[in-house]
């Protein structure tokens, strides 16, 4: 279930992307909507979460630097559309175990691999924190591929140009006990970490463009409570 804010925010962003970016969603029939999920995207522009967040149809968490806070009638809103306050001034452990008990809680959460904007648009190596979370949920991954966001809004820059923006939607990945185990790493949780991190970007990266993009019904993907 969606909260009224929220649903009210995710409408608003659909029409947005729509209107502007001629959003389309491929195969969103892949995408898991019920029970633990991460939503696994690669991390190109400001306008990423948002996209992401549009292509479930539950509401879905994010997590968000705590100096949005700080910006007026944003910071109002942020506590509204789930978002996880994140300080990233330091290691922030309890961000962190406020994702994990948000996947367990039979939630979806939006994680970037690659933990920041890309600057020129490429995948950027995963860092091993979305391992982690893994590790400790087992949660099923939901690969996703953002193409066009990063001509439309790029790190960097103060401009926004209307081109078209697609989300490929990935095949779930769940992992095995055994591939959870950190035994399977020698005992060395950190190495285990990074190489579920490295298994999620490499199927992000697996992630194309189809040659033809059907042409959406006014209808298609409009948001469902």
């Known amino acids: 279930m969606m909260s009224f804010t929220y649903y009210f ?73 789930n978002v996880i306050l994140v300080d990233r001034e330091g290691n922030d452990m309890s961000a962190l175990k406020t994702v994990i008990r948000t996947v367990k809680s039979g939630n979806g959460v939006v994680l970037f691999p690659e933990g920041t904007r890309s600057p020129d648009g490429t995948l950027q190596k995963g860092k091993a924190g979305i391992g982690l979370v893994i590790a400790k949920t087992g949660a099923p991954v939901q690969p996703m591929r953002i193409f066009g966001s990063h001509e439309a809004f790029p790190k960097g820059s103060g401009k926004i140009t209307a081109c078209p923006i697609t989300v490929v939607v990935g095949e779930p990945i769940r992992f095995t006990p055994r591939e959870l185990d950190p035994a399977s790493c020698g005992g060395d949780e950190r190495v285990l970490y990074q190489q579920l991190s490295d298994r999620v970007m490499e199927a992000i990266a697996a992630l194309q463009l189809p040659e033809s993009l059907p042409t959406a019904s006014p209808a298609e993907n409009l948001p469902v409570s």
């Open 9 to 81: 925010w995710y409408t608003l962003s659909k029409i947005t992307a729509r209107l502007f970016f001629s959003f389309r969603v491929v195969h969103p029939g892949r995408m898991i909507e019920e029970g633990p999920l991460i939503l696994a995207s690669n991390h190109q522009s400001y306008f990423d979460p948002p996209l992401v967040g549009i292509c479930s149809r539950r509401g879905v968490y994010y997590l968000a630097r705590k100096t949005l806070l700080q910006i007026p009638l944003l910071g109002k809103l942020l506590p509204h559309i």
